[in-house]
Structure formats: structure tokens, C-alpha cells
């Protein structure tokens, strides 16, 4: 009675001890899944945050093309779209504030950027209403005073600094995210494990106290040979070691991979796998570890039957006994090869292009050597009408249909790398296709990326609609301006405020003796030495 008495005891508290076990390791995993979603959604918002600086800055950008376009044709439908982009900015502006409130560094740049906004809208009313009311060339004249450009420098300094800074925000809560992740991992595993330990113990107990000798023992061989059973259909490679870390059994997975037996892999055998660079630095961690009873975890790279080495991840926890020494060890290895090289590829890419991608004003292609889509930034996403998912992969023909591909293509002469460099540094104008299939005028800068997959090709392209549309109607104005020149029966020659000649007909030619490139440019002080320079100069009193 006095037995059974104390089998129930110990089995009321090795399934007690179970249950406790897993209730705090539900507890601890819901509080690690909470934490990292809280985590992951800052990551968003960080995201979110660097979008909206990214368009404000567009915006912005798309001002100052309407009024310079405004500038140049004189056309309304410019003045309409700067002032409905003025109203964008200032929503964006709006967002950001918003998105930004519980940071001090952030809302510390608002009154630098609201005054710099403000600044570039009245400047662009100024040259708006001079090309109303006093015509192109005062206009041209306000634009060449740079009053503009400098203060969108200055924006676009502010706009950095507000982009850096969520930046370093993103690094910290992506790397804060991945540790809750990796620490809820952790805490899952062990549970786990220790719970399965705490009913295995259970098991014994009931054999100990309950059946003979030899029916425990054929149960406990059945258990075993479950077990194995178990451990040998799992993915990864198990073992078992003793308190010395000496690996005393290993599942099926792992003979299959390294072409070994146990015979071979008994003890420390497992060093003969291992790359011979890795060998002293994982002996030392696992000695240390198996020494201090610390859950062991780390990365290296084992040597299959064929020879070649993958990368695995290496987990062990300690088994306990009831006075808290460790007796037994528990391992499993996964194979993370294709995840690591996945990772490291993506980081390195992300790593370095990701960013200034996407920070780019201008539409950003990489393309490979086989003519394929490999990454992009959201102005390309933009200005062809595609989502990102539907171009990766896809060949640049489809957006760039005539000359792209041609360009990158060496004949018998020149190697493929000789092709590109021709390329490098020049604008090439060719023709691009959105997702609708209608086509628009576009100007691509090329330059040339290393890659483990060979050398790239990054693209930046720029819609030049607006600019080949004032192009054609300077070159009407110009046309028309000429031929009355050109028709004059008289010397006429065209002069800027500093004196220098800009333009003159083929009557002046033939006045002065001189061919129009050699005139062009020069002081009009050349041809009339006195009293013609002196009229156009403003004395104390009148301006010029």
C-alpha cells in the first residue's frame, strides 16, 4: 500500500511537473510571440515613415519640374499640376508629423523642413507670376540665380537626415525583433524537450515500481527502439552524449550524410567531419559549455559522403538528474546551407543597394547577364505600372522593348564588359512600356555591379516626357526666332547683360568679316569698341 502510495506521489508529480513545465513555457512563448509582433510592427512603421519621406521628397521634386515647365511653355496645365503637387507635399508633410510625434529627433526637423517647403512654394510663385507678367527671359533670368536650387538643396539635406534616422530606428527594432524571435525559439525547444524528459522519467517510474524486471526492460527496449524510430524520420541529425560531451549515439540521418558508423563517430569521432578550420573553436565552446551545463548552440560546416561541406546549426540542451547534475546531453543538427546562402546573398544585396534603391528620385532596374529583372525600387514600380513580384524575374524587354538588351550584348570584337563600357556615364535616350502598354520617352544611365552571379547592370531611368515636350516647343520658338534673323536685311546681333554675344545673323557675318563661331560668345566690345557696351551699363542712379 505503502508503495503504491508513493508510485501515485511520484507520478502526481512527475505529470504535474509536465504540465507546469509546459504552462510556462506557453506563457513565456505567448509572451516572446507578443513582444517580437509589438516589435515587427515598429519595423512597419519605420518602413511606412521612410516611404512617405521618399514621396514627400518626389513631390517636391515634381514642383519645381511643373514650374520650370511652366517656365518654358507658358502652358497652364503646369501651374494646376504645382499647385496640386504643393497640396501633396503638405499632406505628406502632415503624415510624417504624425507618424514621427513620438520621436523628438524627428519633430525637431519639422520647422527646418516646413520653412524650406514654404521658401520653395513662394519661390515658385515668384517665377510663376515673372513668367506671367514679364515673359520667359525675366523667368529664365530667376531660375539662373539658383535662389531655387539652393533652397531645395537644403530640403533635400533635411530629408536624408529625417531618412537616416529611420534608418538606425530600423536596424534596432529589426535586430531587436529577430533576438524576441530566436529567445521564443530557444524557450520553445527546451521546453519541449525538458517536458518529454519529465514524462519519459514518468515512464521509468511506473516500470520501476509496477512490472518485473524483465518486463521493464523489454519496455524500456521497446521505448528505445520507438525512439529511434522517431529520431531516425526527423530532418535533422540527433545524438546523445554523455556529461563529458562524448557522443555516445547518433540517429540514421547522420550515418546517411556522412557516410560513417558509429564505430567511426563514437567519442570525438564527430572532429573527422568537421572542416579542419572550425575543428579547435567548436571543441573549446562544447568543452566550456558541457563543463558550465549552458544550453550549447552554433553554426558550422559538416563534410558529407561526397566530400563537400553544408552549414548546420547545432542545438544541444543538458538532461538533469534529480540532484540537478547533468548526466546525459541532447543534440540535433539542421542543415541551414540553403538558408544561410539565401541570407547571406539578400543581406548583401539589401546590405548595400537596398537603401539608396529606393532613396533614388529617379526609376532603379538591376538586370543580369541573361537580360533579367533581379531587383528594383518603387519608382519603377511607379512609373511602369508593374508591382514588384510581377517584373523580378522577368526580362527587361518587356518594359524596355528596342535597344536596353542590344546595348549589353558584345559581338565579335569586344567582350561583354567592353560592351558595357561604352555604355557607362552616358545618357541614352530610348523608349520605355508601362503595364498598359502605352509607350513614353526615357533617358537610362548605366553602371556596372559585381555580384557572385557575374557583373549586373544597374539602370537608372528617368521619364523625360515633360522635358522632350518642351524640347520640341523650344525648338518651334527657336526655329521661328531664326528665320526672322536669318530673313533680316540688316546686322543683327543678339546680346546678353554681361556684354557677350549669344547670337547674330548671317548679315552680321558678312558685315563684320567674321564667321559665327568666332564671334559667338566673345565681348560685343570686339566688333563695337565704343559707346554700344556703355549704354547697356547701370550707373548709380538706374539699373541696367
Request: with cysteine; glycine share 8%; net charge negative.
Amino acid at each position: 500500500m505503502r508503495t503504491a502510495s508513493r508510485f501515485n506521489r511520484n507520478v502526481k508529480l512527475a505529470f504535474g511537473s509536465a504540465i507546469v513545465t509546459l504552462l510556462i513555457v506557453g506563457g513565456v512563448s505567448y509572451r516572446g510571440m507578443v513582444a517580437s509582433a509589438e516589435s515587427e510592427r515598429w519595423v512597419r512603421h519605420t518602413h511606412e515613415v521612410l516611404e512617405k519621406l521618399h514621396d514627400l521628397d518626389a513631390t517636391l521634386g515634381s514642383v519645381q519640374s511643373n514650374c520650370r515647365g511652366f517656365v518654358l511653355t507658358g502652358k497652364e496645365f503646369y501651374v494646376d499640376s504645382f499647385h496640386a503637387g504643393i497640396a501633396s507635399a503638405r499632406q505628406d508633410e502632415a503624415i510624417i508629423r504624425n507618424l514621427t510625434v513620438d520621436n523628438p529627433t524627428q519633430q525637431r526637423q519639422f520647422p527646418a523642413l516646413e520653412n524650406l517647403v514654404e521658401r520653395k512654394v513662394e519661390n515658385g510663385e515668384s517665377v510663376i507670376a515673372l513668367r506671367r507678367n514679364q515673359g520667359l527671359e525675366a523667368a529664365a533670368n530667376a531660375f539662373e540665380s539658383g535662389a531655387g536650387q539652393h533652397t531645395m538643396n537644403g530640403f533635400e539635406e533635411v530629408i536624408r537626415q529625417m531618412q537616416n534616422e529611420e534608418l538606425r530606428l530600423l536596424a534596432l527594432r529589426d535586430a531587436d525583433a529577430k533576438q524576441r524571435l530566436g529567445q521564443t525559439k530557444g524557450v520553445l525547444i527546451a521546453g519541449t524537450v525538458l517536458g518529454l524528459l519529465i514524462a519519459g522519467c514518468a515512464a521509468v517510474s511506473v516500470y520501476r515500481n509496477f512490472a518485473a524486471r524483465d518486463l521493464a526492460e523489454q519496455g524500456l527496449r521497446e521505448s528505445a527502439e520507438r525512439f529511434r524510430d522517431l529520431a531516425n524520420n526527423i530532418a535533422q541529425f540527433a545524438w546523445m552524449a554523455d556529461e563529458k560531451g562524448s557522443i555516445f549515439w547518433y540517429n540514421q540521418r547522420w550515418f546517411d550524410y556522412t557516410g560513417t558508423t558509429l564505430e567511426e563517430m563514437a567519442g570525438w569521432g564527430w572532429t573527422k567531419v568537421h572542416h579542419p578550420d572550425q575543428v579547435q573553436r567548436v571543441v573549446e565552446k562544447i568543452t566550456r559549455c558541457f563543463q558550465t551545463g549552458e544550453v550549447w548552440e552554433d553554426t558550422f560546416p559538416l563534410r558529407g559522403k561526397d566530400g563537400n561541406y553544408r552549414w548546420f546549426l547545432s542545438r544541444a540542451v543538458p538532461i538533469r538528474n534529480a540532484e540537478g547534475k547533468v548526466v546525459r546531453w541532447f543534440g540535433t543538427n539542421t542543415d541551414i546551407s540553403l538558408h544561410r546562402d539565401a541570407e547571406s546573398h539578400l543581406a548583401q544585396m539589401e546590405g548595400q543597394y537596398r537603401g539608396l534603391l529606393e532613396a533614388a528620385p529617379d526609376a532603379m532596374v538591376v538586370v543580369n547577364q541573361d537580360g533579367e529583372i533581379v531587383l528594383l525600387n518603387l519608382q519603377a514600380e511607379k512609373q511602369f505600372g508593374y508591382r514588384r513580384d510581377e517584373l523580378v524575374g522577368q526580362k527587361v524587354k518587356n518594359i524596355i522593348p528596342e535597344g536596353f538588351a542590344e546595348r549589353l550584348i558584345a559581338d565579335g570584337t569586344r567582350s561583354a564588359a567592353e560592351a558595357l563600357a561604352q555604355q557607362i556615364g552616358t545618357g541614352i535616350e530610348l523608349s520605355g512600356r508601362r503595364k498598359n502598354g502605352s509607350q513614353f520617352p526615357i533617358e537610362i544611365m548605366l553602371s556596372p555591379l559585381e555580384s557572385p552571379e557575374g557583373i549586373l547592370v544597374t539602370a537608372a531611368i528617368r521619364d523625360i516626357s515633360v522635358r522632350k515636350d518642351a524640347d520640341t516647343h523650344l525648338a518651334q520658338m527657336e526655329g521661328r526666332y531664326r528665320g526672322l534673323l536669318e530673313a533680316a536685311p540688316d546686322a543683327i546681333v543678339v546680346v546678353k547683360p554681361g556684354g557677350e554675344i549669344v547670337l547674330l545673323n548671317v548679315q552680321a557675318e558678312k558685315q563684320f568679316g567674321y564667321r559665327r563661331d568666332e564671334l559667338v560668345g566673345q565681348k560685343v566690345k570686339n566688333i563695337i569698341p565704343e559707346g554700344f557696351a556703355e549704354r547697356l551699363i547701370a550707373d548709380g542712379t538706374r539699373s541696367a
